[in-house]
């Protein structure tokens, strides 16, 4: 099993005790450093390999939402925070998961399980580029980079490309298992988007040509 190496940046002890404990309950997780500050945080970031980022909001000179914004972090973010507020802004900055504090070691597993996934796929999806959808009678071919967005219509499920529009029978869970997670992602019980299309982010909607794309509050 690969290990991921990972950092915590939080400024309440118990909260990082917290999460401390459950990092070393997890057998693919290795936490090589914590801090207490963001500034003390992003140096090492910028200085060291780091998969996977587990940062708190409110903290003092720098805010984890202000790390985010200041420099580009190529590690896994899972936000951990006792304010539900800054979870849209999280998300448009491309966050991994948003654990509202106080939080189980289940939904605390449930995110890193999806951050060791895109972890994992990271290899692959630089090779995959396209994948075959059923519709009809017959298989076709999407290119991944073409999709704006996914609509669930009734029974059906349609995936809207930068040039046509496919009808499927499959399921969001299955496309789900199908699309590179960091590419195309759900933010609705009816809509998946592809990150990269997104365009604006306002209140509880996104846009993508022209379409505004309701996002759920979970």
């Known amino acids: 099993m690969d290990r991921y190496t ?14 401390k404990d459950f990092v070393n309950k997890v057998p693919f997780l290795n936490l090589s450093a914590t801090f207490d500050n963001a500034l003390n945080g992003l ?15 409110n903290m003092d000179e720098l805010s984890g939402i202000e790390l985010l914004e200041s420099s580009k972090i190529h590690s ?3 936000i951990t925070t006792a304010y539900q507020e800054y979870a849209l802004k999280g998300y448009e900055l491309q966050i991994t998961d948003y654990l509202l504090k106080p939080f189980t070691f289940n939904r605390f597993l449930q995110a890193v399980n999806k951050a060791q996934e895109n972890l994992s ?8 580029d396209s994948v075959f959808i059923k519709t009809e009678n017959r298989l076709e071919k999407i290119i991944i980079n073409d999709i704006l967005y996914i609509e669930g219509m009734r029974d059906y499920v349609r995936i809207h490309t930068a040039n046509k529009k496919i009808m499927t029978l499959q399921s969001f869970h299955e496309l ?14 009816s809509y998946m988007v592809a990150i990269n299309k997104i365009e604006s982010i ?9 379409q505004l794309i309701p996002v759920s509050e979970t």
């Open 6 to 19: 990972c950092i915590i940046i939080e400024d309440e002890p118990l909260a990082l005790e917290k999460t």
């Open 43 to 57: 140096t090492y970031l910028n200085n060291n390999k780091v998969d996977l980022l587990f940062l708190d909001i």
């Open 76 to 78: 896994q973010v899972i």
């Open 121 to 128: 796929q990271r290899g692959i999806d630089k090779q995959l």
């Open 176 to 189: 789900e298992q199908l699309l590179p997670a960091h590419l195309v992602c759900r933010v609705h019980k």
């Open 202 to 210: 306002e209140r509880s909607r996104i846009k993508i040509a022209d």
